[in-house]
C-alpha cells in the first residue's frame, strides 16, 4: 500500500510541476509580446531618418 501512495504522490508532484511550467512559459510569452509592443512603439515615435550612416568610413 506504501508503494501505490508513493507512486499517487509521484504522479500528482510531476503533474503540479508541469502546470507550474506551463504557466511559467505563458507569463514568459506574454512579457515578450509586451516588450515587443513597447519596443515597436517607441520605433514609431522616433523620428525618420533622413540621411544614410557611412558604415565603411
Do not use: F, G, R, W
Amino acid at each position: 500500500m506504501d508503494m501505490m501512495n508513493d507512486i499517487a504522490a509521484m504522479s500528482m508532484d510531476l503533474s503540479a510541476a508541469s502546470i507550474q511550467q506551463q504557466a511559467s512559459v505563458s507569463v514568459q510569452k506574454k512579457v515578450m509580446d509586451t516588450q515587443e509592443l513597447a519596443a515597436q512603439e517607441i520605433t514609431e515615435m522616433l523620428p525618420p531618418q533622413t540621411s544614410m550612416i557611412d558604415t565603411y568610413a
